[in-house]
Structure formats: C-alpha cells, structure tokens
C-alpha cells in the first residue's frame, strides 16, 4: 500500500512540491472541515486559498494558451466562489462558473485531436448529464433554464477534455468528470433533497477536480516542452 501511495505521490511531483501539495491539502481541509474556527465573513477568502493556489501554480508554470486560458478559468472559478460563498448571489455565483466552464472547455478545444476510440468517454459524460438533468431539473423551479444551461456547459468542457491530444489525458478528464459530480452535490442539495455534510462533499470533490485539471495541463505542457527540446 505504501508503495502505491508513493507512486501516486510521484506521478504528482513533476508539477509540483510535497510542501506545495500539503499546503494546497492543509488549506482545503481548513475550510472543509474546520469551517467553525473561520469566522463567517472570512468564508469567502478561506474558501478561494486553494484556488489562488492553483493559480499561481499555473502562471508561473506554464505558458502560452494553456497559461491564459487555465489561468483565467481559476479567476473565474474564484470569483464563483466569492459570489456563492455570498448570500443572494446565486444566480451571479453560477453565471461565473458557466463562464469558467466555457473558458476550459476552449482550452481543451485548442489541444483537441478526434479519437474513435475514446468516443465511450463521451457516452459516458452525456448518459450522466441526461440522468443529472432528469433528476435536477424538474425541481429546479424558476432556475431551469439557468441549470440547464450550465449543464449543457459543464457536459461540453468535459467530453472535450476527453479528447485532448495528451496520452495521459485521464487526468484532465476525470477532473473535468469530477467537476461534475460536485456541482451535481450542489444541485440536488439546492433543489432536489438536502442532505447531512454536502458542503463537505460538494468542497472535496471541486478542490480535487481543480488540482486534477491543473496538474493534467502542466504534465502536458511539460511532455511537450521535454519532447520539442533538442536532444
């Protein structure tokens, strides 16, 4: 077992440090699971740690397309957070988000390359969203059209990630799937049933797709840089 956990550890440490991933832990588990030691107003700084994090990770990592378009897909996904961490701002909270998903998804589209054979990826994002759609948008009340929406949104960015041009593009994907599970937690915590600690599970699973995406994007760009290097 340790040598597995080792070697997951590995695969993680080309992008980045052990002190950088205890770090990036020890902030997410502070907001996840201490949330009674931060004081209300401060939710919102605590909650986008993380977050800002990541951000500085891929400025000062990668370049090009990758480091505008990751990079501003974190801002956006930060400005989510502030705004949902916020009362009232919902709806304002989901438009940033939806602009985040539309943001990476144009990233993905720029390293896109058609593969037959991951074409079960693709089933597989559009048989979740179609059950997350029966399931969430009948209750969705007044917010249809805006689930909806964003649904489609989220379904496009990660059937995109499924065809990146990467070979280790599993990465990127499940973060992308992943991403999809938290915001479906949201979703049916909001309008379908309540349940016991979905702040915890909905904040777990989004830190963890956003690490996943990151570190998938800086892989790559660090197999391409190695690969274009004269030998």
């Known amino acids: 077992m340790n040598n597995i956990n080792m070697f997951r550890l590995s695969?993680?440490?080309?992008?980045v440090s052990?002190?950088?991933?205890?770090?990036?832990?020890g902030f997410s588990l502070l907001y996840i699971a201490l949330p009674e030691i931060v004081p209300v107003a401060w939710h919102w700084f605590f909650k986008i740690i993380p977050i800002a994090m990541?951000?500085?990770?891929?400025?000062s990592r990668a370049g090009g397309k990758a480091r505008m378009l990751l990079g501003l897909g974190l801002v956006l996904s930060?400005?989510?957070d502030i705004l949902l961490a916020l009362e009232g701002l919902f709806v304002q909270g989901l438009g940033a988000f939806l602009l985040a998903q539309l943001t990476y998804t144009i990233l993905f589209l720029t390293q896109f390359r058609w593969q037959p054979r991951r074409l079960p990826w693709a089933c597989l994002i559009i048989a979740y969203a179609l059950l997350g759609t029966l399931l969430i948008v009948p209750e969705a009340g007044d917010m249809k059209m805006p689930v909806t929406a964003?649904?489609?949104?989220?379904s496009l960015m990660a059937i995109a990630a499924g065809f990146r041009s990467d070979p280790q593009f599993i990465w990127v994907a499940m973060g992308a799937l992943v991403f999809m599970v938290s915001d479906t937690l949201i979703a049916v915590n909001l309008f379908v049933t309540p349940f016991a600690n979905s702040g915890a599970?909905?904040?777990t699973t989004y830190y963890l797709a956003q690490l996943l995406i990151c570190v998938g994007i800086l892989r790559c760009s660090y197999a391409v840089r190695d690969n274009t290097q004269p030998g």
């Open 54 to 59: 990541l951000l500085q990770l891929v400025l």
């Open 78 to 80: 930060a400005i989510g």
């Open 11 to 15: 695969l993680l440490l080309p992008v």
């Open 18 to 25: 052990r002190l950088w991933l205890l770090t990036f832990a």
């Open 150 to 154: 964003y649904m489609v949104a989220i």
């Open 201 to 203: 599970a909905v904040m």
